[in-house]
């Protein structure tokens, strides 16, 4: 099919669960539809676009807005019928392009979306290219994952230049959400070139990347630009389950300071460096420092910096363990000139 140059408006009091739904009545192969230059807008239940089982589909320049109707997400895809729109039949969702696609969800729910992908092994080769989303409260993107097992053909998720807003008087939370009931192994996760502004973040529960700590990431590609607004917000992947590949949130680089626990004490003042650590964009976490105490307790790493395994180094005659809980302790040594360079390891292995 082939649909364009029109406008769909959902009524406000008989309110549609969706502006565009593409899906399956059978079991018949449904999809290689053509959707351009549209508008989508009104009250809607769902979601404005709504797309189950449908594949090899192509929309380009359409612009949604949900003005209400409690409708959380912008868009949806998925290979079931997994909000019971239309009674569609569950099957496989491959090839979806989508290309400056504008996706306005006004809606104040925590779990709303501008985009929406309940993933599994039957769904691949969606890309989002040149996107802008704009959400009131929840998350720019969310992924959950479902049944995929890290073999199967899957993928890949490509996100190429999407970026995105808080509505006027929204405060957006999330900006790339990767979720999963259960344990899974994602493969052929592509973020680039993607930026979600965010407001500041005084609690911590402000995300420009949250990957649930059952999700493992299998040779992903994520370079996403941090937003400005200060306190930044945080980003949360669990590094011990990323499977080679790059994972880059703007700041994560950078060094941090470790607190000491005393009677451990930074050697030397400027210019030299405190006591701190940082980790790469391939997951290999660093530290640096000169430091003086006693044999016990030297610091703790935050939880997305703990290593795989228990790992021990020398400094010159002073003995060092990393264990799996983020805890550098001092075995043995005189613990008089503790040079923490030598402290290095690499998440993903």
């Not at 192994?185 to 070139?193: H, K």
């Not at 994560?252 to 003042?269: F, H, M, Q, R, S």
């Amino acid at each position: 099919c082939g649909l364009r140059d029109i406008a769909l408006v959902g009524d406000q009091l008989a309110k549609p669960k969706t502006g565009l739904c593409l899906g399956r009545s059978t079991l018949a192969s449904a999809g290689h539809h053509q959707v351009d230059n549209i508008s989508i807008t009104g009250w809607f239940t769902v979601a404005a676009i709504y797309s189950i089982a449908s594949e090899e589909n192509e929309m380009r320049k359409v612009f949604t807005w949900n003005f209400g109707g409690d409708a959380p997400y912008g868009l949806v895809s998925s290979t079931n019928d997994i909000f019971n729109v239309d009674s569609l039949v569950t099957s496989t969702n491959i090839h979806n392009l989508y290309s400056n696609v504008v996706l306005y969800v006004t809606n104040g729910l925590t779990n709303a979306a501008g985009i929406f992908l309940e993933t599994s092994n039957d769904m691949g080769n969606f890309k989002f290219d040149n996107c802008y989303v704009i959400v009131f409260e929840g998350a720019f993107v969310r992924i959950n994952c479902g049944s995929i097992d890290g073999n199967a053909a899957f993928g890949p998720i490509t996100l190429d230049g999407v970026s995105g807003e808080p509505g006027f008087g929204g405060s957006g939370k999330i900006g790339l959400h990767v979720t999963a009931t259960v344990p899974v192994l994602l493969a052929g996760l592509s973020v680039t070139g993607c930026r979600f502004q965010l407001p500041a973040n005084p609690g911590g529960n402000i995300f420009d990347i949250l990957v649930e700590d059952n999700v493992t990431l299998l040779n992903p590609n994520i370079v996403i630009q941090p937003p400005e607004a200060f306190p930044y917000a945080t980003s949360q992947v669990p590094y011990n389950k990323v499977r080679g590949g790059i994972v880059s949130v703007g700041r994560d680089y950078t060094w941090n300071t470790l607190t000491l626990v005393a009677p451990w004490a930074n050697n030397l003042g400027a210019p030299y460096a405190a006591a701190s650590f940082r980790i790469s964009p391939t997951g290999r976490v660093d530290f640096r420092g000169d430091v003086s105490g006693a044999s016990g307790l030297i610091g703790s790493l935050p939880t997305k910096y703990w290593p795989p395994n228990n790992v021990t180094y020398m400094s010159g005659s002073d003995r060092l363990l990393l264990n799996t809980s983020g805890q550098l302790i001092h075995l043995s040594g005189p613990a008089t000139a503790v040079t923490l360079s030598s402290v290095s390891f690499d998440m993903n292995s």
